[in-house]
């Protein structure tokens, strides 16, 4: 079992520790802090969805993350081979300072390997009637990550690697209207705390601001939001970086028991990269998910992801969270 697997077994054991106390009382459900777990996307500032803990309390989450991809495209002069997969574990912690203001920051630590998921994917894919591809198809020893452009290599990778990824800081305000609805505008940041050559970091200070509002009547939860990325220079690809990059998530949750919850998020994206195939062309991902409330200061959600459209993205990711509310 790899470390960050590892990561994954202990969010689990966490949650079968925490106690059951109390009647479940969320503040207001919030969004899934699922990615897009493209390597070159998680290296750059794309900021996660907001979370807004109640005045003066802390939020801390813990986030385990899997995907594995194998595939090969061409674009005119431009070339990609992909075949890896990556595991993300991420821990963030967000206070809020009044019922207006809160802050948070963000990091993670990414391994790049040839993974285990390979015929689990291939039998889902078999499942539901999908296709697999390139994989198995590509005579790759994984991992081995390659990126060309009129034959010169921007990017290659042929080893196991793993290191921190950047540090994502973002500032929220929010207004409060009905019962237990919201609204708010946050201003993100990344700072460089990776390394380009890992593929965890892009290099470069990045800045973000996004809109968002969630809606819940109690048992249903309505999420939208919508902002663009600012890239700054960007030593992974160089020339290929886009400036501006816009991002939109749409989000239903819906609470059928006390104690759980079922979750849907759309997280979309544009182009972070020009004139490479379609792996770095605008993006999105259909994240399903379940909830389950510990008392009213915790909460473990399992989910799962698809690219679409397909070949964008990595292929299917696998997710687990937990999200500890402090006073």
Known sequence: MSKLSRYGALIVLLVAALPNRGQAAEVLPGWLQARDQNPFVLASGLPLAPTVPPAGNWQLDATFTVANTELEQTSGPSFLQF????????????????????????ISHLSINDGFLDSTIEGYHRLFGFSNGDRGLLGTKAPSIRVELDGATLYSLDHDVSGTGPLLIDLTRTWTYGQNSQAGISLGSKWSTGSTSKLTDTGSTDFSLSAHTLYNNGRMTLGARAGFLIQGDNDLLGAQARDNVPFASVLFRYKPRQYWSYLTQIDAHGALYEGLPDFFAASSQLTIGASRRFGDSAEFIAWFSEDFPALRSTDIAFGLNLRVDLD
């Open 83 to 106: 075949d890896a997969e990556t595991q993300e574990f991420r821990f963030s912690a967000a206070y809020a300072f009044n019922e207006c203001w809160s802050l948070r920051g963000s």
